[in-house]
């Protein structure tokens, strides 16, 4: 099994992993090949946190001031954001606006405004005009969303199975370095945990 238990490096977070069958064959750094995953931070990180998160859950929106400030304050840290909508059709509409918005080069700004939202995304037309307000061309979106259907449907498509080989049953979920954590993490906890990954064997292939 190539994902090991963040319980070796700090007791953060209670829970049991079993890999089901293929997580064996599966390692970190294959999680960091999916290409369509947006990334922040450094490009030659030597941390790496993977979020698998959706725009409707609440911890996943306590989590995003955590990393952006994380981001902030070490130049040495990456974030890869995976999409990874269970709430629902509209919490799968956000998802493919927000990797829709890649190609006019506004995924952070939409990522930033969905999981900033003060509300829950209630439904397609909300999702339109938060995306709007975000800087996003509308009728570019459109053409976007069809045009790259395909391949937003493949990256979809790759983060629910990663999240299955990772045994996640819920969001957000964290992959860093290729220690799992289920739920999320306070920015205390998370200043806890970075050094100790730091000073940790590294991620295996």
Not at 42 to 64: P, Q
Not at 160 to 181: D, K, S
Request: hydrophobic content about 45%; overall charge positive; some cysteine.
């Amino acid at each position: 099994m190539l994902f090991r238990h963040v319980m070796a490096l700090a007791a953060l977070v209670a829970f049991a992993f079993s890999a089901p069958a293929g997580a064996g064959d599966y390692g970190f750094k294959d999680l960091l090949r999916e290409p369509g995953a947006p990334r922040g931070g450094a490009a030659d990180a030597d941390v790496v946190i993977v979020m698998y998160a959706d725009y409707n859950c609440g911890y996943c929106k306590r989590m995003e001031p955590v990393l952006a400030n994380a981001l902030k304050a070490d130049r040495r840290l990456a974030v890869v954001h995976k999409e990874w909508p269970i709430f629902g059709d509209v919490s799968e509409y956000a998802a493919r606006v927000a990797l829709a918005a890649t190609y006019q080069g506004r995924y952070d700004a939409v990522h930033r405004a969905f999981m900033l939202s003060p509300t829950r995304l209630s439904d397609k037309d909300m999702v339109e005009t938060v995306a709007r307000q975000a800087g996003v061309d509308g009728a570019r979106l459109a053409r976007d969303l069809k045009a790259h259907g395909r391949d937003i449907d493949a990256i979809l498509a790759r983060n629910a199975r990663e999240a299955g080989l990772l045994a996640l049953q819920g969001t957000p979920g964290l992959v860093i370095n290729g220690y799992l954590i289920r739920g999320a993490l306070s920015e205390d906890q998370l200043k806890d945990l970075i050094p100790k990954i730091r000073a940790a064997p590294p991620p295996a292939a």
